[in-house]
């Protein structure tokens, strides 16, 4: 009892499409796809992007060496003098 049947949304889609006709809804989801695609244009053109920035900031063919331990040496100055 508490959720829809099927005959219960078709009562609704039909009375969306008695209130806004056919040519509307079409036009409305004509509109959202083509919202859709632009979307996922742009999100695929903004990847791009970082891509090339990143790549600018790194000069080609170079390979950053990682960081290794620095070792240092330190004597007494007892054994120096002595």
């Known amino acids: 009892m ?3 049947s099927i005959w219960h949304w078709m009562i609704v ?4 499409l008695l209130l806004f ?14 919202g859709i695609k ?3 244009k742009n999100m695929a053109e903004d990847s791009d992007a970082s891509m090339e920035a990143s ?3 790194r000069p ?5 060496a990682p960081n ?3 070792t240092t040496t ?6 120096h003098r002595g």
């Open 13 to 16: 889609l039909l009375v969306i």
């Open 60 to 64: 080609a063919g170079s390979i950053a």
């Open 21 to 34: 006709g056919s040519g509307k809804v079409s036009n409305l989801m004509g509109d959202f796809a083509k």
């Open 74 to 79: 330190t004597s007494s100055t007892a054994a």
């Open 68 to 70: 290794a331990p620095q």
């Open 55 to 57: 790549a600018a900031e």
């Open 2 to 4: 508490g959720s829809f």
């Open 38 to 40: 632009s979307f996922k």
